[in-house]
């Protein structure tokens, strides 16, 4: 420390990566600083983790800028880069250092530690973290055990306990990952899934989970606690575990007191509420600023970044571009009448979708976007393709081509506006033809991954995408002749509804309320006759059940139960009949799809085996496939062709297994790719390989890093991990020589295969690469493999029964 | 709708195409055989046998590259049923055009040879579309569902509850029950997959040896009544997994005897090919 009477330039509190980044930068540009840490080393919260805990470096896409190094990497191997780059920039730290009490203002702080010592400087840079005030267990009984604790700090500490670890976060799920070898471990989530966790992370507890390593707490709430016990609410009622150890990793909390102390103001009473900052993270207070976890940054890339970054703004470089910059330059190379700030800030102003992101949320949403200025008559995408990208209209318009027959009759939609949400929401074909329709149109095209992400954490965009979807449901799958405002009013009595798979949406007899337009999976619609339920049709995406009942005034005369995990849109009976009755070209469409309805039926009722098919296509999953290989068993010879031409034409591994998978009466599933609507192996790739291509394959790239997530994901068993198969000679070296082990997959190579082979996730990409269709339907001698689309299945199935 | 991937079965691929085809070819073969006067006997030294030993000699290379084309699994023209669809009927017509080219003339010489190995290569064709079209459908029905690993692993479940049952019966009748469960396979040789009948199961034995002479204690003996069940149901799931085994079989031995047959003939061909050249 300096002499007691030196006024410092600038004082870091807390020497976690932003403040250890800002106390290297200060340094190395030779500014009067100190660094202030209230335990004997830095970075505590790091220090904390558990021991070995691998840390990690996201986001990939943002560049790392500061004196201070940081890469992926283990606990120890991260402290050991930081603590030499304090020694190397001779950074001023002291340790044991904690500040009580901050006051006077910008030019003249003065800070008292808790030692007595007084600090002056002439700016402060708050970077104290949260975790300082970790969330504890409120619940009864919590207050008086001894086997509850917050934190862990070496996991190999406990052996042989039973230990229940509570959250769904990266903290709860490392502890118990480092806790299972040893111990019995149970891990309490409020909900079903570890989505909010890193993905690498939620990948290693499923697969612990599913080894039978970990044991899920599902849908578990803590209810109330005991020496030696903890009880949850489940929905199977209340559940009480004996354990030896209660581990809640709940997070943490801003360290309010304190930061109002100082004059910081909180935009609003919320437990997590944050301090706001300015763009170069100074508080209301001025000469205060306020980076790192506390500031709204939770990620330490982001947060070693704005150490760098507010040193260089104190220091009077207020015009320093985001580390992000060139990564957004990038993003908008062909917009030529903004720069970047600009384009930025009207993104915020002319998208209302957009208007609730944060600034951070906004920039990685572009990073991560593609910005075409399309000319007029471009063609976004077209009706039939698989895309599934959501666009939003920066300048210009574009023309919906409502009818593919007549381009004529098409919408216009302007500025402000997004589309391509049905298509991310359903997951199915486009169902319109979209131009650009303007000269001057600049359009942002989302990816999936992120806009998924996006309705995660933005209440307001998913709220307001949903409403919009709602409206273009309408009007595409049900009245399409209608007028806007009648659609806006169906749309305003209209609910989103989600069902399991499995559940019941209505039940025969019950009384007709409401119509239900399907937006996302499908659904089976079955009859009770002669005391059994006899399945009669599936029903996709995109179309509606329950008219029935509205047109007729009968009570429901079918139960409709989803096939797959469904969404749907209610839409109010009342209303819908009043507007049906008004209108008729409605009435019209209405009656026409009735009448269908009952001829389809009647012909259902005539061949149950056909009824019991679908239900048995639906149990395996079918309802939520785009294209799936079926095989007719009454012709099927077992040859094998189908496998072997499957490998033959990919790279000597086969994606099909033909033998395996359910039979039903002559119709067999085999393991193979359905191309799912929503892939679940799309769900968590870190490195975004896998791809659905505009005709609906969906296939895994070369970028594959083999961490195996997909395979644990598909509910299907349909990919497999496999390292490169060895090169084969030739067909005819094998015909006339018997060179090699002939056509097909090569069974013995993957037992022969290194250990340490790199493996690679491989799956059926519908032979996508090759012109002529899917191999294994083309290599099949008789004519038993067959692939079919969702709106063939009814037409397969009825010939099917035919022929049994 | 209807996908061009439309669900058809070889045989019948686009209302019998293939077979139209090559009913016409021979028909038109046959009318210039009976309006063809040739010098002498009707031989293939005239210009209307020469003629239909070049469409023969065609046909046999043309059937024979099916084991070729069968294997081209990246060659995008047509499918695989397609060409089977056409090598059935076309190869059914070589037939009567070798017969034709014949002349009826047979004798001990090696172009007998190759008119009896045409013969013997289509009389094991036609069994082989006999096999496709009959089999497959009694496999599935056979099979009922489970698949051969599936009807496997209830073998052994029956299996672990026979040897504990076992342990409560007399030693002999324990003897009978650990055979069937140590000796009793599925398969075999050829002969036994062919004919599962030959098997001499252990597993029979030892139900026969509990009903001829234990049955009448089952009703004081818990354990006896079980065993009996338990062996009843396993010989049961042994019987359909030895009739797939059987009919995975069938599937596939007459191409032992198609193959080579047809590679005789393509060699008898040369031969005779060159032998006619060579005696001109």
Same mark, same amino acid.
């Given at each position: 420390?300096?002499?007691? &009477? %030196?006024?410092?330039?600038?004082? =870091?509190?807390?020497?976690?990566?932003?403040? !250890?980044?800002?106390?290297?930068?200060?340094?190395?540009?030779?500014?009067?600083?100190?660094?202030?840490?209230?335990?004997?080393?830095?970075?505590?919260?790091?220090?904390?983790?558990?021991?070995?805990?691998?840390?990690?470096?996201?986001?990939?896409?943002?560049?790392?800028?500061?004196?201070?190094?940081? &890469?992926?990497?283990?606990?120890?191997?991260?402290?050991?880069?930081?603590?030499?780059?304090?020694?190397?920039?001779?950074? +001023?730290?002291?340790?044991?250092?904690?500040v009580k009490n901050v006051s006077g203002g910008k030019g003249g702080f003065d800070l008292t530690l808790t030692n007595g010592d007084t600090i002056k400087t002439e700016t402060i840079v708050l970077a104290i973290g949260l975790q300082g005030n970790l969330n504890t267990l409120r619940i009864p009984g919590s207050e008086n055990v001894t086997h509850l604790q917050y934190q862990l700090d070496d996991p190999d500490e406990y052996e042989h306990e039973t230990i229940i670890v509570i959250g769904a976060g990266d903290a709860a799920i490392e502890n118990a990952l480092g806790l299972c070898?040893? +111990?019995?471990?149970?891990?309490?989530?409020?909900?079903?899934?570890?989505?909010?966790?890193?993905?690498? &992370?939620?990948?290693?507890?499923?697969?612990?989970?599913?080894?039978?390593?970990?044991?899920?707490?599902?849908?578990?709430?803590?209810?109330?606690?005991?020496?030696?016990?903890?009880?949850?609410?489940?929905?199977?009622?209340?559940?009480?575990i004996e354990c030896d150890r209660v581990i809640a990793r709940l997070g943490a909390a801003p360290p309010r007191k304190f930061v109002e102390a100082c004059g910081v103001s909180f935009p609003s009473d919320a437990r997590n509420a944050l301090p706001e900052v300015s763009k170069t993270y100074e508080s209301n207070v001025k000469g205060l600023y306020i980076v790192g976890s506390l500031g709204g940054y939770p990620l330490i890339k982001q947060a070693i970044n704005q150490g760098y970054e507010v040193i260089e703004f104190i220091n009077g470089n207020t015009e320093l571009d985001p580390a992000d910059e060139p990564l957004i330059t990038q993003t908008l190379k062909d917009i030529k009448d903004f720069d970047n700030d600009a384009f930025l800030k009207e993104v915020r102003v002319r998208l209302p979708i957009f208007e609730e992101l944060n600034p951070l949320m906004e920039r990685e949403m572009l990073v991560e976007s593609t910005v075409t200025a399309p000319r007029k008559g471009t063609i976004i995408f077209e009706r039939g393709d698989y895309t599934n990208s959501v666009y939003t209209i920066f300048r210009g318009s574009v023309k919906i081509q409502t009818n593919e027959d007549d381009p004529s009759q098409c919408v216009i939609l302007e500025q402000g506006a997004f589309f391509g949400e049905v298509g991310l929401i359903s997951g199915r074909r486009r169902s319109a033809t979209i131009l650009s329709n303007a000269d001057d149109t600049i359009l942002i095209e989302t990816p999936r991954r992120t806009m998924l992400k996006l309705r995660e954490d933005v209440r307001s965009l998913r709220d307001s995408m949903d409403k919009e979807a709602i409206v273009r449901q309408i009007q595409t799958y049900i009245a399409s002749s209608l007028d806007i405002k009648a659609i806006q009013k169906l749309a305003d009595s209209a609910s989103i509804e989600t069902f399991r798979k499995g559940e019941i949406i209505f039940n025969e007899g019950d009384e007709g309320d409401a119509l239900y337009l399907i937006s996302k999976g499908s659904v089976m619609v079955s009859k009770r006759i002669g005391g059994k339920d006899v399945t009669l049709a599936y029903v996709a995406a995109g179309n509606y059940v329950g008219e029935m009942a509205l047109m007729s005034d009968l009570n429901r005369t079918a139960t409709i139960k989803s096939a797959v995990d469904c969404e749907t849109i209610k839409i109010d009976g009342d209303i819908f009949r009043k507007l049906v009755n008004e209108n008729d070209s409605l009435q019209k469409e209405i009656e026409e799809k009735y009448g269908q309805r009952i001829v389809e039926t009647e012909k259902m009722i005539e061949q149950p085996e056909a009824g019991s098919i679908v239900e048995f296509l639906m149990g395996e999953g079918i309802g939520e496939a785009t294209d799936v290989l079926l095989i007719d068993e009454s012709i099927c010879i077992?040859?094998?062709?189908?496998?072997?031409?499957?490998?033959?034409?990919?790279?000597?591994?086969?994606?099909?297994?033909? %033998?395996?998978?359910?039979?039903?009466?002559?119709?067999?599933?085999?393991?193979?790719?359905?191309?799912?609507?929503?892939?679940?192996?799309?769900?968590?790739?870190?490195?975004?390989?896998?791809?659905? +291509?505009?005709?609906?394959?969906?296939?895994?790239? $070369?970028?594959?890093?083999?961490?195996?997530?997909? %395979?644990?994901?598909?509910?299907?068993?349909?990919?497999?991990?496999?390292?490169?198969?060895?090169?084969?000679?030739?067909?005819?070296?094998?015909?006339?020589?018997?060179?090699?082990?002939?056509?097909?997959?090569?069974?013995?190579?993957?037992? !022969?295969?290194?250990?340490?082979?790199?493996?690679?996730?491989?799956?059926?990409?519908?032979?996508?690469?090759?012109?002529?269709?899917?191999?294994?339907?083309?290599?099949?001698?008789?004519?038993?493999? =067959?692939?079919?689309?969702?709106? %063939?299945?009814?037409?397969?199935?009825?010939?099917g029964g035919e022929s049994l | 709708m209807r996908s061009n991937n439309a669900h058809e079965s070889f045989l019948v691929y686009r209302g019998l195409k293939f077979f139209w085809l090559a009913v016409a070819l021979v028909f038109v073969a046959i009318v210039l055989y009976i309006w063809h006067e040739p010098l002498g006997v009707p031989n293939g030294g005239s210009w209307l046998g020469y003629t239909l030993g070049v469409i023969s000699a065609v046909l046999v290379i043309w059937l024979t590259w099916f084991g070729v084309r069968k294997r081209q699994y990246a060659l995008n023209e047509t499918k695989l049923k397609v060409w089977l669809s056409a090598h059935i009927y076309f190869g059914l017509a070589l037939v009567i055009i070798a017969t034709l080219h014949s002349g009826f003339q047979i004798g001990w010489n090696i172009h007998s040879a190759a008119y009896i190995l045409v013969l013997l290569t289509v009389a094991s064709g036609i069994f082989g579309v006999f096999v496709y079209a009959r089999y497959p459908k009694l496999m599935t029905k056979n099979r009922a569902g489970l698949s051969l690993d599936e009807m496997m692993g209830q073998i052994s479940e029956l299996d672990q509850a026979l040897l504990k049952e076992g342990r409560q019966l007399p030693e002999e009748l324990n003897t009978a029950l650990l055979k069937a469960v140590r000796e009793t396979y599925i398969g075999?040789?050829?002969?036994?997959?062919?004919?599962?009948?030959?098997?001499?199961?252990?597993?029979? $034995?030892?139900?026969?040896?509990?009903?001829?002479?234990?049955?009448?204690?089952?009703?004081?003996?818990?354990?006896?009544?079980?065993?009996?069940?338990?062996?009843?149901?396993?010989?049961?799931?042994?019987?359909?997994?030895?009739?797939?085994?059987?009919?995975?079989?069938? !599937?596939r031995i007459w191409l032992f005897f198609h193959v080579p047959f047809a590679i005789a003939l393509l060699g008898a061909l040369v031969s005779h090919i060159l032998a006619v050249f060579f005696y001109w």
């Open positions: 420390m300096g002499t007691k &009477n %030196e006024i410092y330039q600038v004082a =870091i509190i807390g020497s976690g990566p932003a403040g !250890l980044s800002a106390g290297a930068h200060a340094s190395v540009l030779g500014l009067r600083h100190i660094l202030l840490e209230k335990a004997d080393h830095a970075s505590d919260t790091i220090y904390k983790f558990q021991k070995g805990k691998h840390v990690m470096a996201t986001p990939d896409v943002l560049p790392l800028r500061s004196d201070v190094n940081f &890469n992926m990497g283990s606990r120890e191997d991260v402290l050991d880069t930081w603590n030499s780059a304090l020694d190397k920039h001779q950074v +001023n730290i002291s340790y044991n250092a904690e070898t040893h +111990n019995t471990v149970y891990i309490a989530n409020r909900g079903t899934e570890f989505s909010r966790a890193k993905e690498a &992370n939620e990948a290693a507890i499923l697969s612990e989970i599913d080894k039978g390593r970990i044991i899920p707490l599902y849908n578990s709430n803590s209810k109330e606690c005991t020496q030696g016990t903890l009880t949850f609410d489940t929905p199977d009622g209340d559940v009480t077992g040859c094998d062709n189908c496998e072997k031409a499957c490998a033959e034409t990919h790279n000597g591994i086969s994606r099909l297994d033909r %033998e395996a998978g359910p039979t039903f009466a002559n119709v067999h599933v085999p393991t193979s790719c359905r191309h799912c609507e929503h892939p679940h192996c799309m769900t968590d790739c870190p490195p975004d390989a896998i791809k659905r +291509n505009p005709e609906g394959e969906v296939y895994i790239t $070369n970028d594959c890093i083999g961490c195996g997530n997909c %395979e644990r994901n598909c509910p299907y068993g349909v990919i497999q991990m496999a390292p490169e198969p060895p090169k084969k000679p030739g067909l005819f070296s094998w015909l006339l020589f018997g060179k090699g082990p002939g056509p097909g997959e090569d069974h013995s190579y993957k037992e !022969l295969a290194p250990e340490d082979a790199r493996k690679t996730a491989v799956k059926c990409d519908m032979c996508k690469d090759i012109t002529g269709g899917a191999s294994c339907v083309r290599a099949c001698p008789t004519g038993a493999a =067959i692939r079919v689309k969702p709106d %063939e299945f009814m037409d397969f199935i009825r010939d | 075999g040789n050829i002969v036994e997959k062919l004919s599962p009948k030959r098997i001499d199961c252990p597993t029979a $034995n030892a139900r026969n040896l509990i009903e001829t002479k234990y049955a009448d204690l089952s009703s004081r003996d818990q354990s006896i009544s079980k065993a009996i069940a338990l062996l009843a149901k396993k010989q049961k799931i042994l019987r359909r997994a030895r009739r797939d085994i059987q009919i995975k079989v069938i !599937l």
